[in-house]
C-alpha cells in the first residue's frame, strides 16, 4: 500500500475543520480536489473514513484510527524538519529526553549540567512525562531516551538501569505516625493520603498494591507535582508517599517529618530505555554511557 502524505495532511485538515469546505478554505485548495483526495484514500485504504452528515462530516471508527496515525506520522516529520534543520545551522547533535518527575527532581539536573558541560555541541530536549507516558513516547519515536519507573512494563524496548530511588512516608510534624521508626504499608491505610495524578507509576503502584489486598487506600486529594504533595501535607490535609531525594532536602525548611518505609518495593529501580540500542546516533549513546556510566553495546 502506498501513501501520499499530501493526502494525509488533506485528510487531517478535514477531520480538524469537520468539513470538506473548510479543509479547502485552510488549504487554499479547491474543494473538488480535497474531496478527490478523501475519496482516493479511502480507496487505497479500503475503508470508509468519513460520515457525510448535514453540516459537513464526521469521522468513522475507521476514520478515528486513521487519525492517530496519520498525526503520529506528521508529528514525526515535523520533527525531523526541526532536526535536520538544526543540523544545517551548526548544531551537531540533538537529543530528546523524556523523564519522570522523580529522575527530574533527584538526579537529572545534575547529571545533564556535568553532561552538556563537557558537549557545548549537543543540545538537550527534556519534557516531564509521566513513566507510562515516557514509554510511548520512545515506542513512537518521539524520545530518543526515555527515563521512567521500573513499575511500568516496557515490553519491546532496550532498557538499562539508571538509579534507584527509596519511597518515604512524610507527615507533618507531630502527625501520629511519626511516632513510627519505620512504617509497613499496612499503617497507611489508617490515614488519610495525599496522592499523585491519575497516571503516575507511582501511585498506580499503590493502588494496585491495596487491591491485592481488597483494601483501599484514603485518597483525600490528589495533585500534579511533588511540590503540590509537600504544600498540601504540609497544610495537614494528610501523609503522603514520595521517593526520599524529593522530601528529604525540604525538611528543615518545612514543618515535615520523613518516616522510612519497611517494605522490599520501597527501593525501586529508574530505568532508561530507547527502541533500539543499536540504531541509536552517536549523541545519543554518548549520552547514555554518560547517564550509566557504562558502555553500551
Given at each position: 500500500?502506498?501513501?501520499?502524505?499530501?493526502?494525509?495532511?488533506?485528510?487531517?485538515?478535514?477531520?480538524?475543520?469537520?468539513?470538506?469546505?473548510?479543509?479547502?478554505?485552510?488549504?487554499?485548495?479547491?474543494?473538488?480536489?480535497?474531496?478527490?483526495?478523501?475519496?482516493?484514500?479511502?480507496?487505497?485504504?479500503?475503508?470508509?473514513?468519513?460520515?457525510?452528515?448535514?453540516?459537513?462530516?464526521?469521522?468513522?471508527?475507521?476514520?478515528?484510527?486513521?487519525?492517530?496515525?496519520?498525526?503520529?506520522?506528521?508529528?514525526l516529520l515535523d520533527r525531523m524538519d526541526a532536526d535536520m534543520s538544526e543540523f544545517?545551522?551548526?548544531?551537531?547533535?540533538?537529543?530528546?529526553?523524556?523523564?519522570?518527575?522523580?529522575?527530574?527532581?533527584?538526579?537529572?539536573?545534575?547529571?545533564?549540567?556535568?553532561?552538556?558541560?563537557?558537549?557545548?555541541?549537543?543540545?538537550?530536549?527534556?519534557?516531564?512525562?509521566?513513566?507510562?507516558?515516557?514509554?510511548?513516547a520512545v515506542r513512537d519515536g518521539i524520545a530518543d531516551i526515555g527515563i521512567y519507573?521500573?513499575?511500568?512494563?516496557?515490553?519491546?524496548?532496550?532498557?538499562?538501569?539508571?538509579?534507584?530511588?527509596?519511597?518515604?512516608?512524610?507527615?507533618?510534624?507531630?502527625?501520629?505516625?511519626?511516632?513510627?521508626?519505620?512504617?509497613?504499608?499496612?499503617?497507611?491505610?489508617?490515614?488519610?493520603?495525599?496522592?499523585?495524578?491519575?497516571?503516575?507509576?507511582?501511585?498506580?503502584?499503590?493502588?494496585?498494591?491495596?487491591?491485592?489486598?481488597?483494601?483501599?487506600?484514603?485518597?483525600?486529594?490528589?495533585?500534579?507535582?511533588?511540590?503540590?504533595?509537600?504544600?498540601?501535607?504540609?497544610?495537614?490535609?494528610?501523609?503522603?508517599?514520595?521517593?526520599?531525594?524529593?522530601?528529604?532536602?525540604?525538611?528543615?525548611?518545612?514543618?515535615?517529618?520523613?518516616?522510612?518505609?519497611?517494605?522490599?518495593?520501597?527501593?525501586?529501580?529508574?530505568?532508561?530505555?530507547?527502541?533500539?540500542?543499536?540504531?541509536?546516533?552517536?549523541?545519543?549513546?554518548?549520552?547514555?554511557?554518560?547517564?550509566?556510566?557504562?558502555?553500551?553495546?
Amino acid at each position: 500500500m502506498r501513501h501520499d502524505l499530501f493526502s494525509f495532511q488533506m485528510f487531517l485538515a478535514v477531520a480538524t475543520g469537520k468539513s470538506i469546505a473548510k479543509a479547502a478554505e485552510t488549504q487554499n485548495i479547491a474543494a473538488s480536489a480535497v474531496s478527490k483526495r478523501i475519496s482516493d484514500l479511502e480507496t487505497n485504504i479500503g475503508a470508509q473514513l468519513f460520515y457525510r452528515v448535514q453540516r459537513g462530516v464526521e469521522l468513522t471508527p475507521a476514520g478515528e484510527e486513521f487519525y492517530n496515525y496519520a498525526s503520529s506520522i506528521m508529528r514525526l516529520l515535523d520533527r525531523m524538519d526541526a532536526d535536520m534543520s538544526e543540523f544545517a545551522d551548526g548544531l551537531r547533535g540533538h537529543i530528546r529526553v523524556a523523564a519522570n518527575t522523580s529522575s527530574i527532581t533527584q538526579f537529572l539536573p545534575e547529571d545533564l549540567a556535568e553532561f552538556t558541560s563537557a558537549h557545548e555541541d549537543l543540545h538537550i530536549e527534556l519534557t516531564e512525562l509521566t513513566s507510562d507516558e515516557i514509554v510511548r513516547a520512545v515506542r513512537d519515536g518521539i524520545a530518543d531516551i526515555g527515563i521512567y519507573s521500573g513499575m511500568v512494563e516496557a515490553k519491546g524496548l532496550d532498557i538499562v538501569p539508571y538509579r534507584t530511588d527509596t519511597l518515604v512516608v512524610i507527615a507533618p510534624r507531630g502527625h501520629p505516625i511519626t511516632i513510627q521508626n519505620a512504617v509497613k504499608f499496612e499503617d497507611l491505610y489508617n490515614h488519610k493520603l495525599v496522592g499523585l495524578q491519575q497516571g503516575s507509576s507511582l501511585q498506580a503502584f499503590l493502588d494496585k498494591r491495596a487491591e491485592k489486598s481488597d483494601r483501599k487506600l484514603k485518597n483525600c486529594v490528589q495533585v500534579v507535582s511533588f511540590d503540590g504533595v509537600r504544600r498540601m501535607v504540609q497544610a495537614g490535609l494528610g501523609i503522603a508517599v514520595l521517593p526520599y531525594g524529593a522530601a528529604e532536602p525540604y525538611l528543615e525548611s518545612t514543618d515535615l517529618a520523613l518516616i522510612p518505609i519497611d517494605e522490599k518495593w520501597a527501593t525501586r529501580t529508574l530505568n532508561l530505555a530507547v527502541r533500539d540500542f543499536k540504531a541509536i546516533t552517536i549523541s545519543t549513546r554518548i549520552l547514555i554511557e554518560h547517564l550509566t556510566s557504562s558502555e553500551i553495546n
